[in-house]
């Protein structure tokens, strides 16, 4: 019994922890509430009305949000950036290097739209989507 009680408690504490994502804006912002879909827009191209900001490449909560919220992997989002730059269509948007940099960006901007940590929301943004 205690080798399967400390089997499970090590396989429990090796699993990655997952965090949970909010979609941010300003609280400035008119939007109250957004759809994974709606949110989606913003990130990659489809929509000018926000302005997206991301983490950096290689951050895995980036990865995270593009997989649950945008149902793409990150060379996938790379490739409609560099499609839309290079047609002058649009502008890739800002990279942050952590949760606080994308926080502050957002409560500084009355148009952007980011996502961050659930744990890391305070009054300075208001949270548009909870992902699941």
Known sequence: MFKLLLAT???VSTLPALA???????????ATRMLNDQAAQFFI???SVFTPVELSEGNALRAEFHSKV?????AQIKAIWSKLVFTGK????????SVAEVKKAVAAD??????IDKSAVDDSVKVVLSVQ
């Open 9 to 11: 408690g090590l396989c």
């Open 20 to 30: 949970e994502i909010v979609v941010i804006v300003n609280p400035k912002n008119p």
């Open 45 to 47: 191209g489809k929509s």
């Open 70 to 74: 945008l149902q793409k992997d990150s």
């Open 90 to 97: 649009g502008v890739a948007p800002r990279e942050f290097a």
């Open 110 to 115: 009355p148009k952007a739209i980011g996502y």
